[in-house]
């Protein structure tokens, strides 16, 4: 089983910025694809980010140009670096892991989450 731990969440003002990491333990073998996820309140789950072993990234169009993904496969961590943070950007942001991203969201590994509040 793979574990994966969130941290990096907070509460910052409009404009400013946070970055996200997440840390997977235990085998990785299925793992191919990390991503980010985020649920507001009264909102679904969302998709924020992906990315494979490779590089190959995936935004949603609501965070693109400000949130960069990246990550260390040697030290098995994802990371969102979220700039320019907007109010709606508040929600619980949530990593997940798995042999691909489409396969991950529904199949693969979740943290438990780590809340961010973009509030004056």
């Known amino acids: 089983q793979v574990q994966l731990v969130e941290s990096g969440g907070g509460l910052v003002q409009p404009g400013e910025s946070l970055r996200l990491s997440c840390v997977a333990s235990g085998s990785g073998s299925s793992i191919n694809a990390m991503g980010w996820y985020r649920q507001a309140p009264g909102r679904e789950r969302e998709l924020v980010a992906t990315i494979s072993s490779s590089g190959s990234t995936v935004y949603a169009d609501s965070v693109k140009g400000r949130f960069t993904i990246s990550r260390d496969n040697a030290k098995k961590t994802v990371y969102l670096q979220m700039n320019s943070l907007k109010p709606e950007d508040t929600a619980v942001y949530y990593c997940?892991?798995?042999?691909?991203?489409?396969?991950?969201?529904?199949?693969?590994?979740w943290g438990k989450g780590t809340q961010v509040t973009v509030s004056s």
């Open positions: 997940n892991a798995g042999l691909h991203a489409a396969w991950a969201a529904r199949y693969g590994y």
